[in-house]
């Protein structure tokens, strides 16, 4: 659709973190300068047509909140869901059950057992910066309850 035809919307913006947190979007999507410090005002300027941002997607820091937003247009809903969430349910591949660490023993590290349980829990602690696989990009978990291991990779990856 044409750029106008797309909303932006207080409703498409999303934290994602404070200073330190860049290589969540930098060399990916337009930074706009400090002179934007308020999500709910830059949104307005998009709005209004005042901002023109082409590519439909970009980040600023807000200075009351001292977080970086990440703002985007309807139409880039799927760039914008592989930045704040770039691993994902989408990217879960099984591996097999108990019996088969082989097929990932030494090409993919396993989360810890005792602490990483289910696919859910390790995506959310992928996503929150709690763990740090962005690169090589993928990592195993066990799921207690399904007794089966599975790859996790990051949406820049391929399984």
């Known amino acids: 659709p044409p750029a106008g035809a797309c909303a932006w919307s207080i409703d498409y913006t999303y934290a994602l973190g404070p200073e330190g947190h860049e290589y969540k979007f930098h060399s990916k999507v337009r930074m706009l300068d400090r002179s934007y410090t308020s999500v709910s005002s830059t949104v307005e300027a998009l709005q209004e047509g005042t901002l023109i941002v082409e590519e439909g997607i970009c980040v600023l820091f807000s ?14 809903q799927d760039l914008a869901d592989r930045i704040c ?8 591949m099984c591996m097999g059950p108990v019996g088969l660490e082989d097929a990932f023993a030494n090409r993919a590290a396993l989360l810890e057992k005792d602490v990483y349980v289910s696919v859910t ?7 929150l910066g709690e763990l740090d696989f962005s690169e090589p990009g993928w990592c195993v978990v066990f799921s207690e309850s399904q007794q089966r291991y599975y790859l996790l990779f990051h949406c820049d990856k391929a399984a």
């Open 121 to 127: 829990q390790a995506i959310e602690a992928l996503n």
């Open 85 to 92: 969430f770039p691993w994902n349910m989408d990217q879960v």
């Open 63 to 76: 200075a009351s909140r001292g977080l970086y937003y990440l703002v985007w247009r309807q139409d880039r």
